[in-house]
Every structure is written in structure tokens, then in C-alpha cells.
């Protein structure tokens, strides 16, 4: 496969053209940033980190039954993968209060809920990803009702997946951050990533944070978390 000209370039990824019209291969940056680009940053070696972390939990699921765009890991930082459109919903998880829930209900960080929400937000950086739910989505077009149920029904899934994988390396999944994509034939496969960028990760006696939170707070050991959460898993 050759990797050919660049097409897009996004806040933590490069996506590259190949010769085959239907790959496309991601390369993953160590550039961080928050609040919608307005803080930036560095996370030495996150961009190798991700991109490994994503694509073995990506063959878990894959494993379980559910499709993603994963191809092939060609090296430190590249991935072929499918091409997709992307639907533009990013599909959160919460399964305990934290963040912006915590900020918008007033919930204390920390609070278990008592079923996991599953929560939309319109894919939209000029409009700072709004807050939307499945009306706005139908109504604005953004996907179906079959392709919303599609969604939903693998986010579950991926959600209980996620919960077992990380509690069985010692961190609580707190919530993360999904997006699907369409193939050409209207398949709905994962696409994107699964990282301590887009999963909110804590140490389960501790609580400690082992996520990109330790980035968008200044916490400070941003790079020793994401190392933290690569060697628990068993992957460096
Ligand atoms: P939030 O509490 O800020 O809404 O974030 C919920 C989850 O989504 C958290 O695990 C971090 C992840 N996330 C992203 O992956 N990208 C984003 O742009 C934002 C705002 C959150």
C-alpha cells in the first residue's frame, strides 16, 4: 500500500491518501489541545500511544462483533484503515458524573450514575460541538433513525467491553467519546479512536486521573499517565 497525498489534517491525526480508493491511512500526532483548540500543547510519544492503544481495542471489539474501520497497524503511528464518511455525531458514554454533566446538573465529579447515558454532541468545531439529542439529529439530517439504533445498540456494547477491559488492568472507565462512520455501501463501522485523549480513565483505588484531564486541568505527569495506562494494559 502507498501512503499518497495528504487530505486532511485534524487537531490529533493526519489522514493520508492511498492507492487504493477505499484506505486511508491515519497518522497520529503528539499535538494535544482542549476547549476546541483554544489551549495547545504536546504529549511526548502520545501520537504512538494512541494509535497502538486504539487499534488493540479495536480488535476486541471486532472480536465481539462489532465492525471497524481497522485494516492495519503499518507502524508506531500509522494506521490503514477504511475510508468512511464520518457520521457527525460524537456519541459520549458516562458511566459516573465528571466533566462538562458534572459542570452542566451540578453532580459532583465522582458520582456513579445510576445506568450509563448515552449523550450526542454535533460534530461541528465552528459551532464548539454543540449538546444535541436523536431530534436534532433526525431532523437536521445529521443520520437516520435505523442508523441512531445502530449506533446506540454498539455503544452499549462497546461500553460494556470497555468497562471490563479497563477494570481488569485497574482503571474505572469514566466516560468516553465515540464516532461511527458510513462506508460507501451505508455500513455503520467504529471509526476515529480509543485513547486517554477520548476516555476519561481513573486508578481504581486512587482515583487518580490517567487521562488527557491531566492535560486540560494542568495537573501536570500528562505523558507518565498515557505511559501508566499503556504499560497497565500490557502494551509497551
Ligand atoms: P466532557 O465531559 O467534556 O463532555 O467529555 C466527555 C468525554 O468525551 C471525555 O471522556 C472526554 C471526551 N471528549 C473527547 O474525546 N473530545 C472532546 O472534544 C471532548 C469535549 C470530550
Known amino acids: 500500500m502507498k501512503k499518497m497525498e495528504q487530505l486532511y489534517e485534524g487537531k490529533a491525526k493526519k489522514v493520508f491518501a492511498t492507492d487504493d480508493p477505499a484506505i486511508v491511512i491515519v497518522d497520529y500526532k503528539d499535538d494535544a489541545t482542549a476547549f476546541n483548540g483554544v489551549k495547545k500543547g ?5 501520537g504512538a500511544i494512541n494509535n497502538r492503544m486504539t ?6 471489539f471486532e472480536e465481539q462483533g462489532i465492525p471497524t474501520h481497522l485494516v492495519e497497524e503499518l507502524s508506531d503511528r500509522e494506521t490503514a484503515v477504511k475510508k468512511v464518511e464520518i457520521v457527525p455525531l460524537e456519541v459520549i458514554v458516562r458511566n459516573v458524573a465528571a466533566g462538562s454533566f458534572s459542570k452542566r446538573m451540578g453532580v459532583e465529579e465522582g458520582r456513579a450514575l445510576l445506568c450509563p447515558i448515552i449523550e450526542f454532541s454535533y460534530k461541528n468545531d ?15 439530517g445529521l443520520a437516520t433513525a435505523e442508523e441512531i439504533d445502530t449506533i446506540k445498540n454498539y455503544t452499549r456494547k462497546i461500553n460494556e467491553i470497555m ?9 474505572k472507565l469514566i466516560d468516553f467519546k465515540i464516532e461511527f462512520g458510513r462506508l460507501p455501501d451505508g455500513t455503520i463501522i467504529l471509526a476515529d479512536e480509543v485513547s486517554p485523549d477520548t476516555c476519561r480513565l481513573w486508578d481504581v483505588n486512587t482515583n487518580e486521573k490517567l487521562d488527557k484531564d491531566r492535560f486540560r486541568r494542568d495537573l501536570g505527569n500528562v505523558e507518565e499517565a498515557y505511559n501508566e495506562v499503556f504499560r497497565r494494559l500490557g502494551l509497551d
Do not use: S
Not at 42 to 46: F, R
Not at 55 to 60: D, E, G, P, S, T
Not at 163 to 171: L, T
Open 42 to 46: 504536546t504529549i511526548v510519544g502520545k
Open 126 to 140: 465552528d459551532l464548539g460541538d454543540p449538546f444535541i439529542n436523536d431530534d436534532y439529529a433526525l431532523a437536521l
Open 163 to 171: 468497562k471490563e477491559y479497563f477494570r481488569n488492568a485497574g482503571m
Open 55 to 60: 487499534n488493540h481495542v479495536f480488535r476486541l
